[in-house]
């Protein structure tokens, strides 16, 4: 077992509760705790030894020449986010199996759920920073999906995508940052960057750096001005808020504050921006939180101020300020995932959330009010709770800080005035929802909830109690062991004992405690202060950010996109000479002579054909048979240069894609209108002509660069370990499967995508059959000439064959899997031509999705099983074997990744000329097609 199965155990158990709804909720919920639970148990089984000051890392190397590695790293930090992260998350998916109702897709639920939960896993183990941003997009997505589970609301839809847009923007910037960091140290390994804090200080780029990572921190954790996406993410279900707005995804942000603590903090300007904004951000949210009348609205606003509260203290940069920063989290995941919890209790069980209208619930529901009230308390920070303790050194580091100089009092002062209102709002949670009188127009009669569904909220509310009278016993190691990953050198001193003696800390969480009694006792006269102030819609001002944006992009659009080919191509030329002018202005002029090759009578003859039917093409575009014509003489003397210049790989490939081509532009001009348009003005004229010389000329420019300029070219490595490297002798295969494997992967999961895109785009076009041509010539009815049929049949075992030839023998000679791909292609279209789809459907009984979702799969799997090689991602394994009756041979992995080039070309390139050709039959595609 390693880290990396775990989380290719959770991968696998996003899976299981799709799969196991159909048997039952019971079953559905049992399953999908087994990812979770065998992954806690390896976590736990670590514990001794990470605890004893060890960290655990693995590696799998995936693309290391560019620094791509996959990379875990389990340490006391990682630790206690992974026993956060799974331990919650257990509880919450036992929670959440009583929470929704039997008519709710539990199953997609879980599956989103388990997906977060490996993304945020992945977070915390992650040992590589591209590996860690991968992961942190994730937990974006399916923070979406979460918080838009039941789609049919608006306040869902809206909520989702507000956190989506403010979460995906800080992690573009995050990226950013993560980038210039690792060019900084040369690595994107976080134990190299963790080990590089000095280095990064020091830099140029550390501000920009430094104000781009936070950017990403500040989105994710909530911290003002970011902080208005959280309260409207709470429309989401409340397992998802007791899990993601509580435990674990808005601490994501806290998580890289600490991870990057070590190389980020210690300056003036970490100082400024991170402690003012989590002191800005704990007023704020402690003060909007005594107001708010939705239960999830108050418990929204009051984490928000405890995110800012450990914010500032991971920004008042000492070491014992991060050591209790590590606490709160731990106490505040606790005490905020059961009072989370309890309110969707409330809310099940009375059918609202308004606490104007919940009222005297404690003698409905008593127990579950016990449960929530030793819960508040904790987040109030009274004492024998674990609340009290972390709040308790967070007061006493407010005083030793002093970077404000005379002012540094205003930092302690602020921090008690945020005490006094958590301990007002956590007040109005117990008063005004549990007594305050009796109940008012409920929806229904409020009662306990099934015993299971408080198990989660007691196992938590326990951690509360132990927490705050044992905390030594109970997270004295696992704190010792995080704080020993953030702080650099030694652990500062400090006490979890519960009484400290009478000192200023202690007299300043009684201020807290008295005043916040005090404030909840006369809110009225408050209330009345706050009601002279309009109450800010911060999903309207968000909605009509993003319709004003909408509205200019549209313009922008409609500007250019008005329908004109001419413009398209006109503007995106006049930016190629934009960009490719400007480093040919700065090239360095240098006349160097180069041997002159040797040019016959044939290749200038060759040339001026090439020439004249570029020039034919563009004289008789109108005439589209004759141009296409022309234009396939243009392709044909391509491929014949290439020959010529001993690229026979280029020469194949373009031929075939020149048949395809032709073919495909022949179905396509079928349904264009059989009369074109009338002559361009002159005006116009004199445009195209002026771009067409520039482009020209730009092109000419580049030419002669290359033949004068001195070029280091890469080609003698290739061919040097073509053979030695990839086990194949045609060095171009060898750089398509080998070397280049992932681009060619990438390449043909495009070509896929656009051929499905392309197929339902054609699924539903209804086109009329023109009758004859523009000259008014009647089409023959003879569709299908028998010689054409006659032929066709017989050339179709033979292409198949000399595509099995050329699909066998790319690895060594000219050929392999995408010019086989369209060589078979060819050969399957040409039946359609000569037979039509009627006769070729029933006879080639071939998905052609599927076949492109198989060809990529192979190819996606070869380039996995490079690891059980030891072969880093996508790198060829070849070997020499003894076969009977032939001799040896030589088998090589690539002869698999070109099976799946071949079988993606072959679907793709059928899908779209194949459906194309549809349109012209009797068969019209369906929907379900």
Not at 409 to 419: E, N, R, Y
Not at 580 to 608: C, F, K, W, Y
Request: contains cysteine; hydrophobic residues 55%.
């Amino acid at each position: 077992m390693s880290l990396f199965w775990i989380t290719a155990i959770l991968l696998v158990g996003v899976l299981v509760p799709v799969v196991t709804e159909r048997f039952g909720r019971r079953i559905n919920t049992l399953c999908t705790m087994v990812a979770p639970a065998i992954g806690l148990i390896y976590i736990l089984s670590l514990l001794p030894s990470v605890l004893a000051g060890n960290t655990v890392t693995e590696h799998l190397a995936w693309i290391p020449s560019v620094g791509l590695t996959l990379s875990m790293r389990l340490d006391g930090l990682a630790l206690m986010f992974a026993l956060l992260i799974l331990g919650i998350g257990l509880l919450i998916i036992l929670y959440a199996r009583y929470y929704l109702s039997e008519k709710e897709a539990v199953g997609r639920f879980f599956a989103y759920l388990i997906l977060f939960m490996t993304a945020m896993l992945s977070i915390v183990l992650s040992n590589n920073v591209l590996q860690l941003w991968m992961a942190w997009e994730v937990t974006s997505i399916s923070s979406f999906l979460l918080i838009s589970f039941w789609s049919t609301k608006s306040e869902s839809r809206k909520g989702a995508r507000m956190a989506l847009t403010v979460t995906g923007a800080g992690g573009l910037a995050l990226l950013a940052g993560l980038l210039l960091v690792s060019d900084m140290v040369g690595s994107y390994e976080l134990s190299v960057i963790l080990a590089s804090g000095d280095l990064i200080r020091e830099h140029a780029l550390y501000p920009v750096a430094l104000i781009l990572i936070l950017l990403g921190a500040f989105t994710k954790s909530a911290q003002f001005p970011f902080h208005f996406w959280l309260p409207h993410a709470m429309a989401a279900p409340t397992p998802v808020s007791a899990y993601l707005h509580s435990a674990t995804m808005v601490k994501a942000g806290i998580f890289l504050l600490a991870r990057m603590y070590p190389v980020l903090s210690g300056t003036e300007m970490w100082f400024l921006i991170v402690s003012m904004t989590g002191l800005i951000t704990l007023l704020i949210g402690a003060y909007i939180a005594l107001f708010k009348h939705d239960l999830k609205g108050l418990l929204a606003y009051s984490t928000i101020s405890h995110l800012g509260l450990i914010t500032l203290l991971l920004g008042l940069d000492t070491k014992l300020a991060a050591v209790a920063a590590l606490f709160h989290i731990m106490n505040h995941a606790v005490f905020k995932a059961s009072l989370f919890m309890a309110a969707g209790i409330i809310d099940h069980e009375s059918g609202t959330r308004d606490m104007r209208k919940l009222n005297g619930l404690w003698q409905f529901m008593p127990y579950t009010a016990t449960l929530a009230m030793v819960a508040a308390a904790s987040m109030a920070g009274v004492p024998l709770f674990n609340g009290f303790l972390s709040k308790e050194m967070f007061l006493a580091e407010t005083l030793h800080s002093s970077a404000l100089g005379f002012l540094s009092w205003v930092i302690p002062v602020l921090a008690t005035l945020a005490g006094v209102f958590a301990v007002a709002y956590s007040m109005r949670f117990i008063h005004d929802v549990f007594f305050n009188g009796e109940p008012k127009d409920l929806p229904k009669t409020p009662h306990e909830p099934p015993r299971y569904m408080k198990i989660p909220i007691e196992v938590l509310v326990v951690l509360c109690l132990l927490v705050g009278i044992f905390p030594e016993y109970i997270v004295g190691d696992l704190l010792a062991s995080a704080a020993s990953s953030v702080v650099i050198g030694d652990l500062p001193y400090y006490s979890l004992a519960i009484w400290h003696g009478f000192n200023i800390p202690l007299l300043m969480s009684a201020i807290a405690i008295v005043g916040g009694l005090l404030i909840y006792a006369y809110r009225r006269h408050l209330y009345r202060f706050q009601a002279k102030f309009k109450e800010p819609d911060e999903k309207l001002i968000f909605e009509a950010y993003v319709q004003r944006m909408v509205n200019k992009a549209t313009k922008i659009h409609e500007y250019f996109s008005n329908g004109s080919l001419q413009r398209y191509v006109a503007t995106m030329l006049f930016f190629t000479i934009a960009i490719t002018a400007v480093p040919l202005i700065n090239l360095n002029t240098v006349n160097q002579h180069l041997p002159d090759q040797d040019i016959s009578g044939v290749e200038i003859t060759a040339a001026i054909i090439l020439c004249l039917s570029a020039i034919a093409t563009v004289i008789y575009h109108r005439k589209r048979m004759l141009a296409l014509v022309t234009i396939s003489v243009v392709g044909l003397i391509t491929s014949i240069a290439f020959a010529r210049f001993s690229a026979p790989d280029l020469a194949l490939t373009q031929l075939s894609v020149e048949v395809v081509t032709v073919i495909l532009l022949m179905l396509a001009l079928y349904f264009l209108p059989q009369k074109t348009a009338t002559e361009s003005s002159p005006s116009r004229v004199v445009r195209d002509l002026a771009i067409a010389a520039s482009v020209a000329g730009l092109v000419a420019t580049i030419n002669y660069a290359f033949i004068t300029q001195p070029l280091d070219t890469i080609s003698e490595f290739f061919l040097a370990n073509s053979k030695t490297g990839g086990g194949g002798t045609n060095a171009v295969n060898v750089i398509l499967v080998d070397f280049r494997g992932l681009d060619t992967l990438g390449e043909i999961l495009v070509l896929g995508i656009a051929a499905l895109g392309i197929f339902k785009l054609l699924a539903r076009v209804r086109l009329s059959m023109p009758s004859a041509n523009e000259n008014g010539l009647a089409w023959s009815e003879d569709r299908h000439p028998p010689i054409l049929t006659m032929i066709s049949q017989s050339l179709l075992p033979l292409a198949l064959l000399v595509s099995f030839y050329i699909f066998l023998r790319g690895h060594n000679m000219p050929g392999g899997g995408f010019i086989a791909g369209l060589i078979t292609s060819v050969a399957i279209i040409q039946q359609y031509i000569a037979h039509g789809v009627e006769w070729v459907k029933p006879r080639i009984k071939v998905d052609y999705q599927t076949l492109i979702s198989l060809g990529v799969l192979i190819a996606a799997l070869t380039g996995v099983g490079s690891w059980f090689f030891d072969r880093p991602f996508m790198t060829t394994w070849f070997d020499y074997f003894d076969i009977p009756f032939i001799g040896e041979i030589e088998l090589a992995s690539a002869l698999i990744f070109d099976l799946g080039v071949y079988l993606t070309v072959v679907g793709a390139t059928l899908l779209i000329l194949a459906n194309l050709g549809k349109l012209t039959s009797v068969h019209r595609p369906t929907a379900e097609e």
